[in-house]
């Protein structure tokens, strides 16, 4: 009933920068709190960064100062801008949101995933 879409994955060396986007799609009523992870190989999942939908935003501690996160609620979909990379930020990249579906209810959901790979 509802999907969200990642892109914007890539290799890139260190340094560089990279926009990941996650849009939001289908019978969706309202998006809340929407939410970047990552997980690296033989890693657990991380939260990366969240943003509420008053625009009040966390971000983990390995990535503050070089990762910012944005929504555009008019079209369901986050943005992680993230600028001077490190060979340690290769990971898969998740979207998560919590989504309310039209007559459906709250839904957790998870994207497929997008690979960001940095070089050194």
């Known amino acids: 009933q509802v999907q969200l879409v990642e892109s914007g994955g890539g290799l890139v060396q260190a340094g560089e920068s990279l926009r990941l986007s996650c849009a939001a799609s289908g019978m969706i009523f309202s998006v809340g709190v929407m939410n970047w992870y990552r997980q690296a190989p033989g890693k657990q999942r991380e939260l990366v960064a969240q943003i509420f939908t008053s625009g009040s935003t966390n971000y983990a501690d390995s990535v503050k100062g070089r990762f910012t996160i944005s929504r555009d609620n008019t079209k369901n979909t986050a943005y992680l801008q993230m600028n001077s990379l490190k060979p340690e930020d290769t990971a898969v990249y998740y979207c998560?949101?919590?989504?309310?579906?039209?007559?459906?209810?709250?839904?957790?959901?998870w994207g497929q995933g997008t690979q960001v790979t940095v070089s050194s």
């Open positions: 998560n949101a919590n989504i309310i579906v039209r007559g459906s209810g709250r839904r957790d959901t």
